[in-house]
């Protein structure tokens, strides 16, 4: 009998053992302060028209003509990120896109920067301007442009409501339009993402089309692992 029980005792352990039972606390808290997430934009209109005028692309100018001028942004000449990068490839309008793939540096040259867009910024109600904003490089829409990339130093709020955050006023210029498929809508890829990681835009952004204030509100959740109770 009693070796019995000790069997039965000792299923009744190893049953109980191997449940792996576990537990979930939700807790809602209020904090007076929240990192705010980073933000990049970009052109749904990768280039300028008006900057390929007499440039490779241009079929109906020789690139000869071109004055061979190079821009400087964030201290990064154009000529340095010639070979950094590939981007897509195709035929449009006036502009020929079919031969060498455009690199990161054509698109600093060639694509939009920070001060063609930015009409107005304010950041809970205090200005800010495209110095506050570092460029990146997107095979899809050219030239980023991030806010609050910086993890070491993110940008903390404590306010909320329409007039708090970020409030952004854009021009996204549609006469600068290239055509064909690159062009066909006219407005901004925007992403929201954690302060220093890298935006993918076309994957997790969201399009704004023009004529619209379009407000976005942020939640933010935590998850706490437990420590864990079975080895």
């Known amino acids: 009998g009693s070796t019995g029980m000790f069997f039965y005792q000792s299923y009744l352990l190893i049953d109980q053992y ?3 039972e576990f537990q979930v606390d939700v807790e809602f808290s209020f904090n007076r302060k929240l990192a705010f997430p980073a933000v990049t934009f970009c052109n749904l209109n990768p280039m300028k028209s008006s900057a390929l005028n007499c440039s490779r692309f241009d079929t109906t100018c020789s690139p000869d003509d071109s004055n061979g001028s190079s821009i400087s942004i964030n ?7 010639r070979d950094s990068g590939t981007l897509f490839a195709q035929q449009a309008g006036e502009f020929d896109f079919t031969g060498e793939p455009i690199s990161s ?5 060639y694509g939009f920067h920070p001060e063609d867009m930015l009409i ?11 110095g506050n904003f570092t460029v990146s490089q997107n095979p899809f829409y050219g030239n980023c442009f991030t806010i609050n990339g910086n993890a070491e130093e993110p940008l903390l709020t404590n306010l909320a409501g329409a007039g708090a955050g970020l409030i952004l006023e854009l021009f996204v210029d549609p006469r600068e339009g290239i055509g064909g498929d690159t062009s066909t809508s006219s407005g901004v890829r925007m992403s929201l993402h954690q302060p220093g990681v890298k935006p993918f835009p076309e994957e997790d952004g969201f399009s704004l ?9 942020v939640t933010s959740s935590c998850l706490t692992p437990m420590l864990a109770e079975y080895p």
């Open 75 to 81: 201290g990064t000449s154009s000529a340095s990120l």
């Open 105 to 109: 540096g054509e698109y600093l040259k």
């Open 18 to 20: 191997t449940d792996f």
């Open 120 to 130: 107005e910024c304010t950041w809970n109600g205090m200005p800010c301007n495209a």
């Open 209 to 217: 089309s023009t004529g619209y204030t379009p407000p976005r509100r």
